[in-house]
């Protein structure tokens, strides 16, 4: 048996992120880009007024002077002569500063009479006026590559002029459930059979990860049937198994898979829920078997599959995003597998936060896991762990998961 | 001016939430319930064993007995009989418990032998069983109503037998951008002009919050330009509109929309960045009017219309998520307006978080709101604060946004 850190390791060493694909700005949001975006203009283009009010020439702007105004610039009507002494020009927020002036008196702070404006208050020269360049200069990197967009990410590509984005295309990930015992829903159910979960899980899991699930039929506990479904895989990024449990967990995937040449890495890592977990390759595409039981389905994947859904997006490898919280209930020393408790992160009223696990962990109560918020870290080997002490979390409620 | 808390109450009582659709389980992640889901069946239907290994009666399982095996029950294929005196009967995790059976003797406590299994360990009656409805019952509520489904619903839903779910339409926002100045991305750009920013962000918003965006066409400077414009709201559930500056801020819109019915509830905000945000409502759709800044209007976005999506959706209203952190650098007294500045929360080597403020936070640095990773929100009349203080915080890169 290797370490849970080991295992990650190994999986996310055989990924290669996706090919780069063009999208319209539109559809960018959650990709990542392949490539840096740089800057096609300088923002603000020239000097620009931050405030509604006048332009002027900075020595004209003393209490009490009367200026004649020339004229109006709005926003995107830049006015087009120069501003001579006496003079001031009528502009707004975002209106480009005419040649001649480098100062403004602000809206608030003048009194306008026909075409004639009194100054109330000393102007400061170029206060109020944003310069040329203040945000970025043509050229310049608005976004490098690797990184997840986000709405404000989308804001600036847009203000650096790019309809189109490079990023990595969505990772294609098929997920083949098997098991003689499991039913689609609403579908009929056999004797002693229970309903699939674990496929739509899991999907669900890729789509909050970014990647395109591809569902595969359920393939019954038949090395052919399995082999079968399999090939379906052979357009993805990834092929994800789970189940197998019926004539001991996972010998049927690696009986069945191996005929049509799965290389098996590893297969046991020192973690509960979810020993048995093979990693390989069948035909050039990395394979991940999940336990079948849906509890150790869905942890092995929030600890393997996500992290390695990141690499295929573009992202750096990494675990899942680990935090720290005050425990709020006793913990018994841990054995040599690495735990992973579902547990309950809950803030009062007087805003003290604390994570405390629930007394059953059975790796089959679904409920359960969808209770929780949180997932308590136990090393191999940890010590009993008193209420109060701080133990490291995966939190479920920032992941979509 | 009314506070930031008032303006958010009073856009919030004037939504309702979407109508219900059903829509196929696996495009129901990240969507709302809108009726709570009960489970169809019973889990497990009835007693299984949580290991792999023997079923057997209890007083039978001492060690050195030796047992008839009568068969095997791999999950999905029960075994019909009742299991007697001296008998065992091979099963898996999963597999149901034969009629006269009460214990497990676990794979690794048994040899067996032909059609014979001698017990190495003494069973324990009732232990590595699952109890019929030990994760839940027919009928009992797995999921209610209002809940943003995660992975881990999904699975429950699934496991519960449901194929489809009963969720609130995605809301559908209008986005409408004026101003002469403003051009698509790639497109051609007016003398003093930029390119439009606000709207692709807006609608990366929405999608961040599982709406639909409806963006509009870029309405010039002209009141009958933006009415008609404005009309392509009508089968939207809310209407955001950004800028109309060139004239005043938001003069345009109020004077462009009131012929078509507007009705403005408050147009001023006690905050910065954005004093000037619209709220009212066309024709019976909500509206919001942002300001036409690029970093004002994602701001106000998700002070305002991030909750309003919520509500919308099925979710409670409520402010953004806020949390606190410890300041990394002094911050001045505020004035009468709630301030929320661009800041960078950063985790040192030694594991310490502190979050400062950028020194310029001039509303049109689109790049250095891209660069923060979370607002420091400073109330009115807020005293000068110390670094080491407690400041409370949205964080944005938990929100996608």
């Known amino acids: 048996m290797i370490s849970v850190d080991e295992a990650r390791t190994r999986i996310l060493a055989g990924l290669r992120p996706t090919a780069a694909e063009i999208v319209p700005l539109a559809a960018a949001w959650g990709r990542v880009t392949a490539q840096p975006i740089a800057a ?114 989308i804001g600036l590509i847009a203000a650096g002029n790019h309809p189109w984005v490079a990023v990595h295309r969505r990772p294609r990930v098929a997920i083949l459930a098997t098991g003689d015992e499991i039913a689609l829903p609403g579908e009929p159910i056999p004797p002693g059979g229970i309903v699939s979960s674990n496929s739509h899980a899991l999907a669900a899991l890729v789509q909050s990860c970014g990647g395109d699930a591809v569902v595969l039929p359920v393939a019954p506990d038949d090395s052919a049937a399995i082999a079968a479904a399999a090939t379906g895989a052979r357009s993805c990024d990834i092929l994800v198994t789970t189940g197998g449990a019926s004539v001991g967990e ?16 590893f297969w046991k890592i020192a973690m509960r829920p979810g020993k048995p977990l093979i990693h390989g390759a069948l035909g050039g595409v990395p394979l991940l078997g999940l336990p079948g039981n849906p509890v150790s389905s869905l942890i092995t994947a929030i600890l393997f599959l996500l992290p390695a859904l990141r690499v295929l997006s573009g992202l750096p490898g990494a675990p899942p995003p680990t935090s720290h919280a005050v425990l709020g209930a006793d913990l018994p020393a841990n054995d040599h597998r690495a735990d992973h408790l579902r547990a309950r992160l809950v803030t009062d009223s007087a805003g003290n936060t604390a994570v405390s696990a629930f007394t059953r962990q059975d790796s089959a109560m679904l409920r359960l896991l969808a209770e ?19 133990v490291p979390i995966i939190r479920l409620d920032h992941l979509g998961l």
Not at 86 to 101: K, M, Q, V
Not at 373 to 388: E, F, T, W
Request: charged residues 20%; proline residues 7%; glycine residues 10%.
């Open 40 to 153: 096609r203009l300088t923002q603000p283009p020239l000097d620009v007024s931050a405030m509604d009010g006048y332009a002027l020439r900075g020595p004209d702007g003393v209490v009490g002077a009367v200026l004649a105004v020339v004229g109006a610039a709005p926003a995107g009507h830049p006015w087009p002569g120069t501003l001579g002494s006496g003079e001031a020009l009528r502009l707004f927020t975002g209106s480009i500063i005419p040649d001649g002036a480098d100062a403004i008196l602000l809206q608030e702070d003048a009194t306008r009479a026909g075409e004639h404006v009194t100054v109330n208050e000393a102007v400061v020269a170029r206060r109020h006026i944003r310069r040329a360049a203040q945000d970025y200069s043509c050229g310049e990197i608005l976004v490098p590559a690797g990184k997840l967009l986000n709405a404000r990410d």
């Open 250 to 265: 996972h010998d049927l995937i690696q009986s069945a898979l191996a005929p049509a040449g799965l290389v098996v890495d």
């Open 372 to 390: 929780s918020n949180a997932l308590i870290l136990r090393p191999p080997h940890a010590q009993a762990a008193k209420s109060g002490e701080i």
